[in-house]
């Protein structure tokens, strides 16, 4: 009778197998693969080595802390002749003397989250159990069978193993890119990612139920939806938009995801404060990244907020043009939220590919503050009654909106107004630093047939104005140089196309605002009485905008908001012209210093020249970038910056990754905030 199998180590092979399964840039202390692929393991046993026929191996996987066979969440099975393309299986891949390796399978369904995996050897009727260590599974956008796959590697590039990319902000009309360092695979992230979906309520309240609910990336992408705000749970990011933040981070402040989320952990899943839309994306973007669920952020420009559904954002003015608070709805300057690539058995087909998900807590979804995951092709056509929360996109993108001048005696009349609601949807192109647009993966050419119809489908009806029936019609133009700190001019440009001279009265204001709509003080007023409209003419009235009146009230979002109400005495009617303009920052200027090569020191040389005519204090520079950091960077500057001076600083770096990487860069002072810069980097691989 031959003795007993006893095994003396066991080699999970992290380096080669996290390398085959494009999760290397975690590192190698720890096995992370994907599902619906092979990895290797290799056994050592002591006295002798493995026979066959003598002797026979089974593995046991299991995850969750109820793992159930019933449930997916735990699997027994032998070591056998054939992978089995559909079930958890494996197979001798060689033998060395007492060295054994196997080849592991898992099927491309497998629950994802982190495993045991154990040998059971038996000779005669003897068997012997051994832990072999424990191994975290993840979706796999490379497996066709997999519900998350991405047939082309640039994209899988871009959506999954890019750890840096950017996130569109600004203004309709001045887009403004700004550097976000996503750093899934950095060092904690993985293991963040997971203790996440461990604190989520639905696994509090069933943790059988929801650990076996963890192959689907639909349930995933819920959860993960949820879980990054903190309003119904011990979710990730606090929200706050009243531009009050000393208790926490200002939203504009932060960089990257990776220190959020190990604030998050390090403070016993406290929420973080504080964030906003983009904030909320980016974090939702690393951790289903991390997850390899393929993500990017998306972001919608005039983003309409409507409470009741009824796809109408109605907004109320005094007869001086002032915004009134009398309704809940919202147009947001921007908002941004992500998509997931992912199929969609649970719905009719043709609403598999990008899904919406939005983590920003605005609505309950079944009770819960997430959103998504909602088909984008189904937002286009109108599909309203498919899962999950199609109408709150839809209204995002689609919605009209009405503006209502306040009358003395109390009653309410309509303006008339071009609706701009949902336009230069953005995202950050495969591969390259440019912006690609994509408001037709979401809507009909506004005016088309296909639009009618789709209104018509959702039993909706949409006003469109032709620059015919307007009469008499307002352009807000900007002049080049809307620089913090300086001066600038705005310009109401005011055309009748009619055959009738017009005499009307012309107020143009502006006003400090917030990206998602709220208004500030004024800095900028005009009130004519008399503008006399020749037939078929035009006229331009000017603006001038002083920085001694915005800059006390200017927000952190850098936002003006112009508004200019036209009122036609002969005929009563009101016309208004609305634009939201960004004040451009001070650009940061990022020099490196010597030649980029992996484990070699670096430097950084940073520059921002003082735009405004007071001296900035408090002023730090803080940086990170995944593979070119470890963690953040910060550094302050001793004293004050003088007007037109220069804050410089210089950083050592340390480049543990060669390839490309970005360098992402913030400045705050006393009265310049959320300044950022970046500088892509490609670091030499260390010579052989």
């Known amino acids: 009778m031959a003795e007993d199998l006893v095994l003396e180590s066991c080699n999970l092979e992290c380096e080669s197998n996290n390398q085959n399964h494009m999760t290397a840039d975690m590192g190698s202390q720890q096995l992370v693969v994907r599902r619906g692929q092979s990895f290797t393991i290799t056994l050592l046993f002591t ?4 026979e066959e026929g003598v002797d026979r191996l089974a593995l046991n996987v299991e995850t969750g802390p109820c793992p159930i066979e019933a449930s997916g969440t735990k699997s027994h099975f032998p070591v056998s002749d054939a992978l089995q393309a559909s079930e958890w299986s494996a197979v001798v891949d060689h033998q060395d003397g007492t060295s054994l390796s196997l080849l592991i399978y898992s099927p491309p369904d497998a629950r994802i989250g982190r495993y045991t995996l154990t040998l059971e050897a038996s000779t005669g009727y003897q068997g012997t159990s051994f832990r072999l260590g ?11 069978d997999d519900s998350v796959f991405l047939e082309f590697e640039d994209q899988r590039g871009e959506f999954v193993l890019t750890q840096q990319g950017l996130i569109y902000q600004g203004s309709l009309k001045f887009i403004v890119p700004n550097p976000w360092n996503f750093g899934q695979f950095e060092d904690e992230i993985v293991d963040i990612c997971l203790q996440l979906l461990d604190t989520n309520p639905k696994f509090l309240r069933d943790q059988n139920r929801d650990c076996s609910r963890r192959n689907d990336p639909v349930y995933i992408g819920r959860v993960v939806s949820a879980m990054v705000n903190c309003n119904d749970d011990q979710g990730v990011l606090a929200g706050r938009w009243d531009n009050e933040y000393e208790d926490g981070v200002s939203p504009m402040s932060w960089i990257g995801s990776v ?16 964030g906003q839309c983009w904030v909320f994306a980016a974090v939702a973007c690393t951790v289903l990244r991390c997850l390899g669920i393929p993500t990017r952020v998306v972001t919608n420009y005039n983003s309409a907020h409507d409470t009741n559904s009824n796809l109408v954002i109605d907004r109320y003015l005094d007869e001086m043009g002032n915004l009134q608070k009398t309704s809940k709805d919202m147009i947001w300057n921007f908002h941004c939220w992500v998509e997931c690539w992912m199929t969609r058995p649970d719905l009719p087909p043709g609403c598999d590919g990008w899904q919406a998900l939005d983590p920003t807590p605005q609505e309950k979804s079944e009770g819960a503050y997430c959103c998504g995951p909602a088909p984008v092709k189904a937002i286009k056509e109108g599909e309203l009654k498919l899962k999950y929360d199609i109408p709150f996109v839809f209204a995002e993108v689609n919605a009209d909106v009405v503006y209502w001048v ?7 009349k309509k303006t008339i107004h071009s609706s701009v609601v949902g336009k230069n949807m953005s995202t950050k192109s495969v591969g390259k630093d440019t912006r690609e647009d994509i408001t037709h993966n979401y809507k009909y050419p506004e005016g088309s047939d296909q639009e009618r119809e789709v209104f018509a489908k959702a039993e909706l009806q949409k006003s469109h104005l032709t620059e ?21 001019d705005v310009y109401a440009v005011i055309s009748n196309s009619t055959e009738t001279e017009r005499l009307c009265r012309l107020m143009f ?9 709220v208004m500030g003080p004024e800095c900028g007023m005009k009130d004519l009485l008399n503008v006399i409209l020749p037939p078929h003419s035009e006229k331009t009235v000017p603006l001038r905008i002083l920085y001694e009146k915005y800059g006390s009230c200017l927000t952190q979002d850098n936002m003006i908001k112009l508004m200019v109400l036209l009122v036609e005495y002969q005929t009563g009617d009101i016309i208004l012209g609305v634009r939201d303009i960004y004040i451009k920052n001070p650009d940061i200027k990022i020099r490196i210093l010597g030649e980029p090569m992996q484990k070699r020191k670096l430097v950084a040389d940073l520059t921002l020249t003082n735009p405004l005519s007071t001296p900035l204090s408090s002023c730090v520079f803080t940086l990170e970038g995944a593979g070119l950091t470890e963690g953040q960077k910060t550094q302050e500057l001793a004293s004050p910056i003088e007007p037109g001076q220069e804050a410089r600083v210089r950083v050592d770096l340390a480049p543990q990754q060669s390839g490309l990487h970005k360098l992402v860069v913030n400045f705050e002072s006393d009265k310049l905030k959320g300044v950022k810069g970046y500088r892509n980097v490609i670091v030499a691989p260390l010579p052989k």
């Open 509 to 517: 204001c502006a006003r400090t605002a917030s990206y998602n709509g």
């Open 259 to 274: 220190d959020i989320l190990r604030r998050w952990r390090k403070y016993g899943c406290q929420p973080v404060r504080y």
């Open 134 to 144: 424990e191994f975290i599974l993840l979706f796999n956008p490379w497996s066709p």
């Open 468 to 488: 015919e029936e307007k009469g008499v019609s307002i352009k807000i133009k900007v002049s080049e140089g809307m620089n913090n700190g300086c001066d600038f």
């Open 406 to 412: 306040l009358q003395k005696d109390g009653s309410r």
């Open 47 to 50: 006295g002798r080595g493995y």
